[in-house]
Nanobody
């Protein structure tokens, strides 16, 4: 079955970096656009970044432009999110999402930025 497993979350100080990874299985990875979303307590889930099937097109939420980079490795069925210059407002659970004819969400990984 479809499975998306996020990893790489943790606790960092403001200005620090984290790299999140999402391992995909159970579907044709190359047919799916991939995205990262995040949700903080009491707030709506918001789009962080998305990437096309081939990786040639990317989009970012305004709050993370210039700081975060999404990438995918179609040979390894993974999508990553490099997060630099982290701010306390980046604290949230980060979710991986796959979209083709269906949409599927991962379980999420917690990112906490505090210092």
């Amino acid at each position: 079955q479809v499975q998306l497993v996020e990893s790489g979350g943790g606790l960092v100080q403001p200005g620090g970096t984290l790299r999140l990874s999402c391992a995909a299985s159970g579907f044709t990875f190359t047919s799916a656009a991939m995205s990262w979303y995040r949700q903080a307590p009491g707030k709506e889930r918001e789009l962080v970044a998305s990437i096309s099937t081939t990786g040639d097109k990317t989009n970012y939420g305004d709050s993370v432009k210039g700081r975060f980079t999404i990438s995918r490795d179609n040979a390894k069925n993974t999508v990553s999110l490099q997060m630099n210059s982290l701010k306390p407002e980046d604290t949230a659970v980060y979710y991986c999402r796959a979209v083709w004819s269906w949409s599927y969400w991962g379980q999420g990984t917690q990112v906490t930025v505090s210092g």
